[in-house]
């Protein structure tokens, strides 16, 4: 724009001093033309020339007011287009911010997320050494194939002889005791079936102390059962076993019908 203004000057001020004297215009020069006076034809001509150059110079100079006029509109135009690509600038400009701090604030939430991850990972693993250590106790047995057991004149412990669980070892068959290996919570279970010989009666014993007594009248041929359990805390070394009391009788066969169980909860 300057520039053109710079040109715009430079030819205005070659124009005043061409057209010094001069009307302008046309038909001026027509009339210029028609001197025919030979001894100032050398005058005359350089007069001539410089008139046609006048006359050149407000041609271009109206050109190039229309280039100018032009020109404007055209850089109207393109400041239109620079003040919507600015606002467009703006707006991309707030979008592009937001983004970012939301990227951030996802970079500091994975961050969190993975240090809880990595802890929980660390607490699995624990979780699953403890477990891998902690005591499995489990057994399951029954009394004999041998039918009727008792009466007897003193009370006898119960030999269950036929093992069909007994994870961790901790009941023995051939002392027909349950041994706790661990600090704990014990549940325990049995059922005792008499028939048709006389009444049964069955004590739990925890070590030397009768914790519990069962009795049930059985003179009537017909089969009876009585299933009780026990949920102990026992320590390292605490012994159960059942008894059958002096005087009584229990019956088992093939069919595993008086049996023995116990588990370990949970240690304490
Ligand atoms: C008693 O237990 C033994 C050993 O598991 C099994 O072979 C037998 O079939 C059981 N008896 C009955 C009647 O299920």
Request: hydrophobic share 35%; aromatic share 8%.
């Amino acid at each position: 724009m300057r520039v053109v203004v710079g040109l715009l000057l430079l030819l205005l001020g070659l124009c005043g001093s061409g057209a010094q004297g001069e009307a302008g215009g046309l038909g001026e020069v027509a009339e210029i033309n028609q001197n025919t006076d030979p001894k100032h034809a050398a005058e005359e001509s350089t007069e001539q020339t410089t008139k046609q150059t006048t006359c050149d110079i407000w041609t271009e100079l109206r050109a190039l007011r229309d280039m100018v006029v032009e020109l404007n509109v055209h850089v109207e135009l393109l400041q239109r287009e620079n003040s919507v690509q600015a606002t467009e600038l703006l707006s991309l400009e707030s979008r592009l911010t937001s983004s970012e701090s939301k990227t951030s604030d996802l970079e500091k939430e994975n961050a969190d997320l993975q240090t809880r991850l990595s802890s929980s990972e660390s607490r699995i693993d624990q979780l699953e050494r403890e477990n891998a250590e902690k005591p499995k106790v489990a057994f399951y047995t029954a009394l004999t194939d041998a039918g009727t057991l008792g009466p007897y004149n003193t009370d006898i412990t119960l030999k269950y002889s036929k093992v069909f669980t007994n994870i961790g070892n901790a009941y023995n068959p051939s002392t027909g005791f349950f041994t706790a290996p661990v600090k704990g919570v014990y549940n325990l279970q049995f059922t005792v079936m008499g028939y048709n010989a006389g009444n049964t009666a069955v004590y739990v014993y925890k070590n030397t102390q009768k914790i519990m007594a069962n009795w049930e009248q059985n003179n009537n041929g017909v089969p009876e059962y009585f299933t009780n359990s026990l949920v102990l805390e026992l320590t390292a070394g605490d012994e159960i076993h059942l008894v059958l009391r002096s005087g009584h009788y229990i019956f088992d066969n093939s069919n595993n019908y008086s049996t023995f169980s116990g588990s370990l909860l949970f240690t304490l």
